[in-house]
């Protein structure tokens, strides 16, 4: 299905999400059509944040906002759309289009498969009625279920179209692009020229791909590494949980800028327990890269005075491989709790490959590395 037409049939005029590279057609439209338009469109930190923010939507205007997201999301959405759309509170109306990875009979990488599994079913608890967009839906099927969608909006309840790969398609072209020459895969590399044998804890989506291909190119093992496929976002609280508990270790986080925003709160808590042996790289290319490379809001933030507001000790921002090397030297002989911003450019390789060994195994060998009780 054309997505303008998908659009046209929701009827809605504003739209606030994460991106999702299941509906990569839609965020490409929206970012053909309205750009980064606080009146339509806003791509917000994380989507309980989306669903608060088309509650704000809805008592200054009185229409249905639109939230989109990865099924992944559906975990951060459960609090506002229980606790404040549902109609036994403020009934807020509410139409949540939530792109399906991991759906049964599907194949997709292991984050995603049992979230696939109860994606419908969590829908089902907090009585969001869905419907499941396909390449096979019609355009009368969806007007026809967006009709009964509008009686059950009116009545102040949530609906949601749950979004099958390949669902819907548009025929735009939207580039993606920023000022930076530096490639993430080759500030990673450069990292782990300095981090020696020290534990690395890196983030969900191509940072830990490009980590672990690394790894591969110098012939190393990947048990110095803990790769976060998934739980976007939690990447620096795991660290921190294991600076804690190890501190004659030093622990590396290989962040990202929108891992960072979704759960930003974590900088707090870092800051305050201000654990000596941490590094926190943050790799900054303004942008959720992973699924397409739609526009975070990192390239309007002072990410360095957020860490030193939060208890960093040290933090800086480099844009260029001399100054990383001086600051991951810097850090790697500081006793104290650090950031590293490193401005990056949009872009990954096409033939950019997955782990081949499973998240228990890497788990296994990563705490056995680490001197857990595996």
Not at 281 to 297: L, Q
């Amino acid at each position: 299905m054309k997505v303008e037409k998908f659009v046209e049939t929701i009827g809605a005029d504003f739209y606030t999400g994460v991106p999702d590279s299941q509906l990569r057609a839609l965020c490409d439209y929206l970012m053909h059509t309205y750009g980064i338009d606080p009146r339509h469109h806003i791509i917000a930190a994380n989507e309980g944040n989306c669903t608060a923010l088309a509650a704000g939507y809805h008592l200054a205007t009185g229409k249905v906002p639109v939230v989109y997201m990865q099924n992944s999301g559906e975990g951060n959405i459960i609090n506002p759309a229980a606790s404040l759309l549902n109609d036994k509170v403020y009934a807020i109306p509410c139409v949540f289009i939530i792109g399906w990875r991991g759906e049964p009979g599907v194949h997709d990488e292991p984050q995603h498969i049992y979230q696939g599994e109860v994606t419908l079913r969590l829908l089902e608890d907090m009585d969001i009625a869905h419907f499941v967009i396909s390449k096979e839906t019609t355009e009368n099927e969806l007007a026809a279920k967006m009709a009964e969608f509008r009686e059950i909006l009116t009545a102040g309840k949530q609906t949601a179209f749950v979004v099958r790969k390949s669902a819907l398609e548009f025929d735009g072209k939207v580039k993606y692009e920023n000022s930076s020459s530096m490639t993430r895969e080759d500030i990673i590399r450069h990292v782990v020229e300095f981090t020696g044998d020290d534990p690395i804890v890196s983030t969900t989506g191509k940072a830990s791909r490009e980590l672990f291909e690394i790894r591969e190119a110098r012939s190393e093992g990947h048990e110095k590494d803990f790769l976060t496929v998934g739980s976007m976002g939690h990447a620096s609280s795991i660290a921190l949980g294991i600076a804690i508990q190890k501190p004659d270790r030093k622990i590396w986080i290989i962040d990202g800028d929108g891992a960072v925003l979704m759960h930003m709160g974590a900088m707090a808590v870092i800051g305050a327990n201000a654990p000596k042996n941490l590094v926190h790289i943050v790799i900054n290319n303004g942008a959720h890269e992973t699924v397409g490379g739609m526009p975070t809001v990192a390239g309007k933030i002072d990410l360095v005075t957020i860490a030193k507001g939060c208890g960093y000790a040290s933090a800086v921002s480099v844009n260029s491989f001399e100054k990383l090397g001086a600051e991951l030297e810097a850090a790697r002989l500081r006793n104290e709790l650090s950031l590293i911003e490193v401005k990056c450019s949009i872009g990954a390789r096409e033939d950019l490959g997955r782990p081949t060994t499973t998240a228990r195994e890497n788990k296994k060998n990563f705490m056995k590395f680490i001197g857990s009780c595996a």
